[in-house]
């Protein structure tokens, strides 16, 4: 009897999963199209997203561009460009403007083109309220995902991020399938069901890589002052760019263990860590052996990595760079670079003067949470001195930042200061101390001018002799 009942149910369970899986074959069969077909969606004035880094479409991109002459002001939200969109083409002027949340090279490149491209300051950590609140609207979204799964879900997989927002707000979703993308885990967040797709394109392209920046002598320099400084068990987040890379190679060859990884952008180095046996999370008072990121952009070899890893999860950029979670993981490093700093303290990492170089993305935030953290601390890092494009060399270190220049990480947030001279914590410390202190950090050559400067500002001790 016992046994005849169990057959039934079985038998009706397997029914009913067939049933579904006729449904989403049904629904895969009938929205498949080409992206020129895909792309009519969109009308004049629409607002578009394209989603954010590898995400972005390729296809659809390109299909939307031939279609320049045909639509008028419509604009394209994304960010972390890792081709050039072709949208932002020369044809697509007037047609097309580009509104990136981060800024690349690229990103920086095209919205210093005359009416092509305007950045859009967010807190990152903000994003995704931003679509559940209606405070901004998306008429068609356009994203590159991975394959259907047996459940009738696209996933993002590499970017978490705030993609799930954008698709809940969105009138019209367009999916453009890549069967190259890699199955990355996640948290929550990180798909979106066939029932909610209006469009499926399927191509497949190889994904677009991020090359790590090279370190220089001076870069290594700094790595080892902030590597000196990272106990075991340590949580990391770390920054884009030559310093943050240089750093997680130093941690990857130095004797560290137990990491943990919680961050805003999963890099290369936190791959050469891992297989270098430093991190396993296992003191992580959250997300406990998980390395946990909101999106990633790197090498392919990293892509490889994370493909069916199940140990490294994306999760909405709400949850990463909220600095309330990231105060509850002990002893949590938060590593970022910046392009100066004034003698108040006064971060800028994201212009000079008025033209926008990278966006605020999380530096603030995690420079809050890090400092909250039961051991932790925060480091921004940048070398002394840069280069111009006249070959003068000028100190990143200021009497005060240059005008238009923003303030991303203000003075009262402002912790670990370094450079290849030395660490300065400002704090604690009043104005004198700090003028004091980052004079110490900054380029010989220029310390006697910002003492001059830092007295013309009544932030110099005359009792004080430096040399």
């Given at each position: 009897?016992e ?9 009706t ?23 020129e ?34 639509v008028?002001?419509?604009?394209i ?20 403007t580009?509104n990136?949340?981060?800024?690349s090279?690229i ?26 609140n ?42 453009e399938?890549?069967?190259?993308m ?11 069901h ?42 990391l ?7 943050p ?20 952008m999963?890099v ?41 890893n ?7 950029v ?13 002893k ?11 003698l108040?303290?006064?971060f ?27 051991g ?9 001195t ?7 060399i000028e ?25 290849e ?5 400002c ?41």
């Amino acid at each position: 009897m016992e046994d005849s009942l169990l057959r039934k149910r079985t038998g009706t369970f397997n029914r009913y999963i067939g049933e579904i899986m006729d449904y989403l074959m049904e629904q895969y069969k009938a929205k498949p199209t080409t992206p020129e077909e895909a792309v009519t969606a969109v009308k004049d004035g629409d607002w578009v997203d394209f989603g954010f880094g590898v995400n972005t479409p390729e296809a659809l991109d390109k299909a939307l561009a031939a279609r320049a002459w045909e639509v008028w002001d419509v604009n394209i939200r994304g960010g972390i460009s890792l081709s050039e969109p072709a949208v932002t083409g020369p044809s697509c002027v007037g047609h097309f403007t580009w509104n990136p949340w981060h800024c690349s090279g690229i990103d920086r490149k095209v919205i210093g083109t005359g009416g092509m491209g305007f950045f859009a300051p967010i807190r990152y950590a903000d994003l995704p309220k931003y679509y559940k609140n209606n405070e901004i609207h998306v008429n068609v979204a356009m994203l590159m995902t991975g394959p259907m799964d047996g459940d009738g879900y696209f996933s993002f997989t590499l970017t978490t991020s705030h993609l799930d927002a954008v698709c809940r707000n969105a009138d019209i979703v367009i999916v453009e399938v890549n069967r190259n993308m890699p199955h990355a885990f996640s948290k929550e967040g990180s798909k979106v069901h066939i029932d909610d797709v209006k469009y499926i394109v399927e191509h497949d392209s190889p994904l677009r890589t991020l090359a790590a920046a090279p370190s220089t002598e001076i870069d290594n320099k700094i790595a080892d002052l902030i590597v000196n400084e990272i106990p075991n068990g340590a949580c990391l987040q770390l920054g884009i760019g030559a310093m943050p890379n240089a750093i997680g190679q130093k941690i990857a060859d130095s004797d560290l263990k137990d990491l943990g990884v919680h961050t805003e952008m999963y890099v290369d180095a936190f791959v050469e860590m891992t297989e270098k046996g430093r991190i396993t999370g296992k003191f992580k008072n959250l997300d406990r052996l998980h390395q946990v990121y909101a999106f990633a952009a790197g090498s392919q070899k990293m892509y490889d990595f994370l493909n069916g890893n199940t140990e490294v999860l994306g999760a909405p950029v709400d949850y990463t760079n909220n600095p309330a979670v990231v105060a509850q993981i002990d002893k949590f490093y938060s590593i970022n670079n910046a392009i100066d700093i004034d003698l108040f303290g006064q971060f800028n990492a994201e212009s000079a003067g008025t033209k926008q170089i990278s966006g605020t993305g999380g530096q603030l935030d995690f420079a809050i949470g890090a400092y909250q953290s039961n051991g932790g601390k925060s480091f921004i890092a940048m070398t002394s001195t840069y280069t111009n494009k006249d070959g003068g060399i000028e100190s990143r270190i200021r009497p005060t930042l240059a005008v238009g220049s923003v303030v991303t990480t203000p003075r009262s947030v402002t912790q670990y200061v370094v450079t290849e001279y030395g660490m300065f914590n400002c704090k604690g410390k009043s104005l004198w101390q700090r003028a004091e202190g980052l004079i110490d950090l900054a380029h010989p050559d220029f310390r006697e001018d910002l003492i001059k400067e830092a007295d013309k500002m009544g932030v110099w001790r005359r009792v004080h002799k430096r040399f």
